[in-house]
């Protein structure tokens, strides 16, 4: 079913934007930047469904001197990318959110590039598409062949051939031949063309021409002034590029891609720099997605593999094994809590041999242990091999994310929190997980003694207790890194279960991640949990799974 989206006029400072958005705002927000000369709409309803239904909150808009949206006096107000950038982060401001993906077309590409070198907090991730780098690099360097001189030759040829005509139906039409030629090898829905030519002519109160504003800032670009400055991008980047792009050419997305470390490339075959056509809309929509749902599990899992190993890095009694293709902690209390395994990164040619080696490294000191897999380790077959070689399953977790601009507490308790800062207070946590099921040496092998590092007000883990009348009764710890406040180890002792404390608990830890800037959330559900923290309002965003060995 198509959505219909709602329109937001947004204002800050002189500048009048048009907005449109679609979906829950609870969910992760995806805001969608267009090319030069090209409005909102050209992101179409069925498009921004797609991201809707695969669970996102999208936004898009009309930038200055297109569609809706204010003109701007270039020989008084010339503008940059950076200025288009701030436009985007001040829309966001305008709907109360803070951090977004950001998915940019041509110019929209390099601003997205723009806006993670600027603001790096407010972004999950970019996706830019059939755009170049803003900055030089090696790549760049390269001078074009005659092939790709011919081409763009050809392209600017016909760009700047076309003319309006006496009507606003001429006017629409000369501009298929365009768009036909812009969408490379992939068929040309022009009926699909026609309706965006329609809206963006009809709708817009800017004139579309050569030589406008938007194409005045990719001329003012210097990427040379920038050269080498896209390595300072550290987020998730999704790179897609036609490989029969005749205006911005194929060396381009190549070229994006080396210049920035956590990026990867798609190139589409037979892609132009256009997609009028619904089979390629619905594979980059998919694309896109997967990215997005990526970023999102990959921040969770990144937060929980500090958590699992932060600690176990500073015990002098639990060993974190030196390998580089997975994480081993291993204790000498034959307890799996305190002997583990995760983010395993094999290939399907040594994974048996890798799995055989680091169950022998438990079994030889005849140590239970437990192995999470989560959906980034590796190979896809990692858990068949875990049971062959004897693992059984143990439990199936739900790592979930919550959104800490839309989280305000509710839980009223008579709990005092407290951070644990001393031996008093580890006693006070031991006697908690001994409680709840933990092994008996657990407070005098290992919370005794635990280094003054981690209590310290720096630590990225957090320990904290709720008291009932003087008597510890809630524990909790708070992982603060990766962008994430992680929420883990939130456990009631059982004769005060089912009462509300986990709850008031849980509302603490986030409050106090909130406080400190974060705005994402994450942890690990278990199936008792689960609709507790759906409402609470937390999103499932991928699967753990704990497989274990016991002493025979």
Not at 207 to 224: C, K, Q, T
Not at 318 to 325: A, F, H, N, S, V
Not at 442 to 463: A, D, G, K, T, V
Not at 511 to 529: D, I, P, V
């Amino acid at each position: 079913m198509k959505s219909k989206p709602t329109v937001q006029i947004v204002r800050f400072n002189t500048l009048t934007f048009h907005t449109e958005h679609f979906g829950d705002r609870n969910n992760p927000t995806c805001l969608l930047i267009a090319g030069a000369m090209a409005p909102a709409r050209f992101w179409t309803d069925i498009f921004c469904d797609l991201l809707v239904n695969s669970g996102f909150f999208v936004i898009r808009y009309d930038h200055r001197d297109i569609g809706e949206s204010c003109a701007v006096d270039w020989q008084t107000h010339p503008y940059t990318l950076s200025d288009l950038a701030h436009d985007a982060i001040s829309i966001l401001g305008a709907y109360g959110i803070q951090q977004a993906h950001f998915v940019g077309h041509s110019m929209g590409g390099y601003i997205a590039q723009t806006i993670a070198l600027e603001f790096p907090k407010n972004t999950l991730s970019i996706c830019s598409i059939s755009a170049g780098p803003i900055g030089a690099t090696k790549d760049t360097d390269h001078p074009l062949s005659d092939e790709e001189q011919t081409i763009l030759a050809k392209t600017w040829d016909i760009m700047l051939s076309r003319q309006d005509g006496p009507s606003k139906e001429t006017k629409i039409q000369s501009f298929l031949p365009i768009w036909k030629y812009l969408n490379g090898k992939f068929p040309f829905d022009e009926e699909m063309a026609y309706a965006y030519t329609k809206d963006l002519i009809l709708r817009s109160q800017h004139p579309i021409r050569a030589g406008n504003n938007h194409e005045l800032v990719m001329r003012s670009l210097d990427i040379e002034k920038s050269k080498n400055i896209l390595q300072k991008v550290d987020l998730p980047t999704l790179i897609i590029q036609g490989t029969a792009d005749p205006l911005v050419l194929p060396r381009n997305g190549a070229a994006l891609s080396s210049a920035i470390p956590k990026s990867h490339l798609t190139m589409i075959s037979g892609m132009g720099h256009m997609f009028f056509d619904r089979g390629l809309e619905k594979e980059m929509a998919d694309l896109i997605c997967s990215h997005m749902k990526n970023t999102s599990r990959n921040i969770l899992e990144r937060n929980m593999l500090l958590h699992m190993t932060y600690f176990a890095g500073k015990m002098p009694q639990i060993k974190m094994l030196p390998y580089e293709d997975v994480a081993i902690i291993r204790s000498d209390i034959s307890d799996d809590m305190f002997n583990y395994v995760l983010s395993a990164r094999f290939t399907k040619e040594n994974v048996a041999r890798r799995v055989d080696q680091v169950i022998h490294m438990f079994q030889e000191h005849d140590l239970p242990f437990s192995w999470w897999v989560g959906e980034s380790d590796s190979p896809t077959d990692l858990k068949n091999e875990l049971c062959q070689q004897g693992l059984m399953f143990k439990e199936k977790d739900v790592g979930m994310i919550l959104d800490l601009q839309s989280f305000f507490p509710k839980t009223k308790s008579q709990l005092h929190f407290k951070r644990v800062s001393s031996a008093g207070a580890l006693q006070d946590f031991g006697d908690i997980i001994l409680a709840i099921g933990g092994h008996p040496e657990c407070y005098e092998r290992i919370y005794r003694h635990i280094p003054l590092s981690i209590l310290q007000e720096n630590s990225l883990l957090q320990m904290h207790i709720a008291y009932l009348e003087g008597r510890p009764i809630v524990s909790g710890i708070l992982v603060l890194g990766d962008n994430m406040g992680g929420i883990y180890y939130v456990a009631t002792v059982p004769e005060e279960r089912g009462k509300g404390y986990g709850t008031a608990m849980m509302e603490h830890l986030l409050n106090l991640a909130k406080q400190r800037g974060y705005f994402l959330a994450g942890l690990e559900a278990s199936h008792e949990g689960l609709n507790l923290y759906k409402r609470l309002g937390f999103k499932e965003v991928c699967i753990f799974e704990e497989y274990a060995w016991t002493k025979q």
